[in-house]
């Protein structure tokens, strides 16, 4: 019996009880605002070293200055194109490979195997060769990007449209839709919205790849801009580099959320 229903006051943690939007704000307040009153007591306390740990005041005003006077928009926008072109490429590639992997088992016999064992291949080990063959051009920061997420889109895909009800490929078959109708009309409409769920879930995966692509034999990008600051110890461009990346992920996380909502208003009622 709900605590509705019983009259009781309801529990703050529920099981898969939905919160309201005012407990979401605060609580996605109060965890920033412990974050950073930690922080700031840490370093106005002296419990840390303020040459590797600056105070967040230090940090946001190094952040104002690397936009208004160092130029650092510049690397920002390269790193966001990096990010965009990468990810576009493999889900250009994953998103036909995995359907056809969740409909078609014979195709999945043969491909499986291959992205199953790729998928523990570490990407930041493919540097050294990467370097060797393309050189220290853009071509070798996007691979790594590329193959950093690739490999795990296509398994989430091909997870997701096994998972197609099977009354829905029965029912077309059953009507005298072809293999290609079935697919491209049946299954393929009903993974979508899964599909952009995992391109929202891989997309966060390629922005911690970003740091490592660029900060080998680059001299743009966020990643490049830390390794500068690395050398003459500004821990607190670095600490800048990472919260604007961070920014970036959660505002790309929050655009496909939005995208999804606007998509598939049908499914929020679900969760």
Do not use: C
């Not at 650092?72 to 493999?90: E, H, K, N, Q, T």
């Not at 490999?151 to 998972?163: E, K, P, S």
């Amino acid at each position: 019996m709900s605590d509705v229903v019983s009259g009781r006051r309801p529990r703050l943690i529920q099981i898969r009880v939905p919160v309201s939007r005012r407990q979401a704000l605060i609580s996605g307040i109060a965890v920033w605002a412990i974050f950073f009153g930690i922080w700031i007591l840490s370093s106005a306390l002296g419990w840390v070293n303020p040459i590797l740990v600056p105070p967040p005041d230090q940090v946001f005003a190094t952040i104002i200055r690397l936009f208004t006077v160092d130029g650092f928009g510049s690397d920002v926008l390269i790193s966001i194109m990096r990010v965009l072109i990468a990810f576009a490429l493999a889900t250009l590639v994953a998103v036909p490979i995995g359907v056809a992997m969740g409909a078609f088992p014979a195709i999945d016999a043969v491909i499986a195997p291959f992205v199953s064992a790729w998928r523990y291949l570490p990407a930041p080990s493919f540097i050294p060769i990467l370097l060797m063959w393309f050189g220290t051009g853009e071509t070798p920061k996007l691979v790594l990007l590329f193959l950093g997420v690739i490999f795990f889109l296509i398994t989430l895909i091909a997870d997701h449209t096994r998972d197609v009800r099977r009354e829905l490929i029965e029912t077309a078959l059953t009507l005298g839709a072809g293999r290609r109708v079935t697919v491209m009309q049946v299954m393929f409409p009903a993974v979508l919205p899964n599909i952009l769920v995992a391109m929202r879930q891989m997309l966060a995966v390629v922005w911690t790849y970003l740091v490592i692509a660029e900060i080998v034999a680059s001299t743009t990008g966020i990643g490049a801009m830390m390794m500068r600051a690395r050398r003459f110890l500004n821990t607190d461009e670095i600490l800048a580099g990472i919260i604007v990346i961070g920014v970036l992920g959660m505002l790309s996380d929050l655009a496909f959320a939005q995208l999804h909502r606007r998509l598939f208003p049908y499914l929020e009622t679900k969760r």
